[in-house]
Nanobody, 115 residues
Framework: QVQLVESGGGSVQPGESLRLSCARS????????MAWYRQAPGKQREFVAG???????KYADFVEGRFTISRDINWNTVNLQMNNLKPEDTAVYYC?????????WGQGTQVTVSS
């Protein structure tokens, strides 16, 4: 079974940037979409950004133009560029892929924004 592995998390100060990456363990066929979600302590997991096979992009309202999702043509990696980070962006960020109707998840990467 294909696995998704996130990287790029860390601790930064407000206003700084991070770039998260999601790599697949082997070739993926039939990808409908990939997305980033996040889960803060004590809160439900929420959608952050997504990209479809047809290159349609969607972002959560709280992104407010600060984040950009991108992927390579073969879905080898999906990235999330996060700029102007805020303390409320602190969470575990998860990569997900919808493959022929089934959703798989990565293990998550921690992002902490604190002064």
């Amino acid at each position: 079974q294909v696995q998704l592995v996130e990287s790029g998390g860390g601790s930064v100060q407000p206003g700084e940037s991070l770039r998260l990456s999601c790599a697949r363990s082997r070739s993926i066929y039939g990808v409908n979409s990939m997305a980033w979600y996040r889960q803060a302590p004590g809160k439900q997991r929420e959608f952050v950004a997504g990209i479809t096979h047809g290159a349609n992009f969607k972002y959560a309202d709280f992104v407010e133009g600060r984040f950009t999702i991108s992927r390579d043509i073969n879905w080898n990696t999906v990235n999330l560029q996060m700029n102007n980070l805020k303390p409320e962006d602190t969470a575990v960020y998860y990569c997900s892929a919808n493959i022929r109707g089934a959703t798989i998840w990565g293990q998550g990467t921690q992002v902490t924004v604190s002064s």
